[in-house]
């Protein structure tokens, strides 16, 4: 039985395949299109979960699109209404998109796959739900789901057991704790559906000065975490930007302008609305628990990947643990659209998971063999050096890294989600007061502020981080061991804003946050062995289990994917070394990139 479920046309499209219960493959169109967030049709994204399948088109027997495109209509209309005659412009752009495309989804399907089978739509929080609970570790559980909106609902609850998901309670919009993140994504200058993270992370060089200002004018949030939105502040329902002139008057000025400095009051803004989602998540969490009496929790949703406010639920003991979905936002409503197709819809019993996750690494993309790598080497005359044994590769880049290099490393299985996991991964010695300058600037072309995440051996996470459990997906945020820290001056502590950004703080300082927070992601060898051997390499070669993770791209552009994306990533920023599969290319070896090589064109970034 072979279930296609696809997401697309909001934002981060993507499609998955499920046999027989099982994840097959699942993938973000972004990878394929090189277009950041791609939010068109997944056509590339189906295409590979078919190969990877071993399957046609013809093949399929149920294809599960990931939410209700005339619900969601519906509220398009009826927003529309509510505050007519305002928003007229941004109400008759969108329903041209829609009269022409996006009600039509049956048809579009035909039309661009030759499909002509079943389809079928979840709502687009059960499609959350189901990408939670079902890849989960347990039984039986609660569940939360969070972001923006789908149809109508923000906010969802209830509980999954076996195989069926109970929704108990909804908020609706326009209320919505995602959008009320956004509207201070915009107003703080950064891209809404792309910026919210950065907004966590530059969250810790600020004070929640505004936190009180928000509560009292922005939004009313009850003691069970329901809240209500005061819409007098906000032009997302009516028009095509997030806040409006009452709101740039509450906090004392219009939006920062993209791209421009950032101040004080950009970092106080995200510090209190940072610490406003905690507070809200953590009395959801404490109601559901209250209401559903279960001892574990899953969570999805765009707000699911805030691994700040995740951390602080965990630690308050309120779920004996929790499990989030890696692939948190639209792009994992292609997975669980599929998996409430085969469990939901279809009725087919859930097996007992006994505690193991069946997303197993979230490693669901393409793969390239050495084969395929030596052919593209070759076909451009790229040099490279070519070891038959993978410890003596793992050998080299242990050697480089101690040196203070910055290694591309490209192996397996593609991620599948936001988070480069150790495939698709940038890696450099945490042990350096500046590499995260370094890969900032020079390789990732991005903000300086930008925290950078640790990987770790799974089993020795507790010696350096105060994390108790396994956390494979960089989706918790806890502390460094406090005997790791670095005594501050009093110069230092007196340090404000940005100028926090250079001080040494742990003996890990590349991977240590303003706060001494860090975003973890444990590394297990039965997911994904060649990182893990790497990894123990490095630990025997310096005594140290971490190594600094960031995500091969730079700045703008998607994971990379194929070893095309990588090399000339790898070409275009100052990393040292390329690593992959069994090659090594040293960037001293390499000539200059050329622009008349036709293999490259359709590559070219923004």
């Not at 996006?102 to 059960?126: A, S």
């Not at 939670?132 to 789901?145: D, V």
């Not at 219009?254 to 406003?276: F, G, H, N, W, Y």
Request: aromatic fraction near 12%; proline fraction near 5%; charged fraction near 25%.
């Amino acid at each position: 039985m072979n279930i296609i479920g696809i997401s697309c046309f909001y934002h981060d499209s993507a499609a998955c395949l499920v046999q027989d219960g099982k994840i097959i493959a699942a993938a973000q169109e972004e990878r394929f299109s090189r277009k950041k967030h791609d939010s068109s049709f997944p056509h590339r994204a189906i295409e590979y979960c078919l190969q990877a399948g071993g399957i046609s088109v013809g093949d399929i027997d149920l294809l599960v699109f990931y939410d209700k495109p005339f619900l969601k209509f519906e509220r398009l209309l009826e927003t529309y209404l509510a505050f007519a005659p305002k928003g007229f412009s941004s109400f008759a752009q969108a329903t041209q998109v829609w009269l022409k495309e996006k009600l039509w989804i049956p048809h579009l399907i035909q039309k661009e796959m030759g499909y002509n089978g079943k389809v079928l739509f979840t709502e687009h929080h059960q499609a959350h739900a189901a990408s939670a609970f079902f890849p989960s570790p347990f039984k039986e559980a609660a569940f939360l789901t969070v972001d923006g909106v789908g149809e109508w609902a923000t906010t969802t609850y209830g509980v999954g057991r076996d195989n069926q998901l109970n929704i108990l309670a909804e908020i609706h919009f326009p209320h919505s704790l995602g959008l009320l993140y956004s509207a201070f994504t915009y107003y703080t200058g950064f891209k809404v559906n792309s910026g919210e993270y950065k907004v966590m992370g530059l969250a810790p060089y600020g004070e929640p000065k505004y936190v009180n200002l928000i509560y009292e004018n922005l939004i009313d949030v009850k003691d069970d975490g329901s809240f209500r939105l005061n819409l007098e502040y906000f032009d997302y329902p009516v028009g095509l930007k997030m806040t409006n002139d009452k709101f740039a008057k509450l906090f004392g000025g219009p939006p920062r302008q993209p791209e421009s400095k950032l101040t004080q009051r950009e970092m106080d803004l995200a510090a209190s609305i940072q610490k406003v989602t905690e507070e809200i998540m953590l009395k959801l969490a404490r109601h559901v628990k209250n209401v559903t009496g279960q001892r574990y929790l899953c969570l999805a949703g765009g707000v699911a990947l805030n691994c700040v406010a995740n951390g602080k639920i965990l630690r308050a003991g309120i779920f004996d643990d929790i499990w989030i979905q890696p692939a948190a936002g639209d792009a994992g409503g292609a997975l669980g659209a599929a998996l409430a197709g085969w469990y939901q819809y279809l009725n087919k019993d859930r097996p007992d998971p006994n505690g193991q996750a069946a997303q197993r690494g979230s490693l669901w993309g393409p793969e390239f063999s050495n084969d395929e790598i030596k052919e593209f080497l070759d076909k451009n005359n790229i040099p490279y050096k070519y070891y038959d044994d993978f410890q003596k590769v793992c050998d080299i880049a242990a050697e480089q890294l101690e040196g203070e290099k910055v290694i591309g490393w490209f192996q397996g299985r593609m991620e599948f989600g936001p988070r480069a996991l150790g495939n698709r991964s940038i890696l450099g010695d945490p042990r350096s007061s500046q590499m995260q300058k370094k890969m900032n600037l020079k390789i990732k072309f991005r903000e300086s502020f930008r925290p950078f995440a640790p990987s770790v051996i799974a089993e020795d996470v507790g010696d350096y981080f105060e994390l108790d459990r396994p956390s494979p997906y960089m989706l918790l945020v806890a502390n460094v061991k406090k005997e790791l820290r670095r005594q501050m001056t009093e110069e230092e502590k007196s340090l404000w804003g940005i100028d926090k950004l250079n001080v040494v703080r742990s003996t890990i300082p590349a991977v240590t946050h303003v706060d001494y927070s860090a975003r973890i992601q444990t590394v297990h060898r039965e997911y994904n062995p060649r990182y893990y051997q790497l990894l123990k390499t490095w630990k025997d070669k310096t005594g140290c289990s971490v190594l600094v993770n960031t995500s091969f791209n730079v700045r703008g552009e998607p994971i990379v994917c194929t070893p095309e994306d990588a090399y000339l990533c790898f070409m275009r920023t100052e990393m040292d070394f390329l690593v992959m599969g069994n090659f090594v290319l040293d960037k001293q070896d390499q000539p200059p990139l050329k622009e008349e090589d036709d293999w490259r064109s359709k590559y070219e970034l923004d």
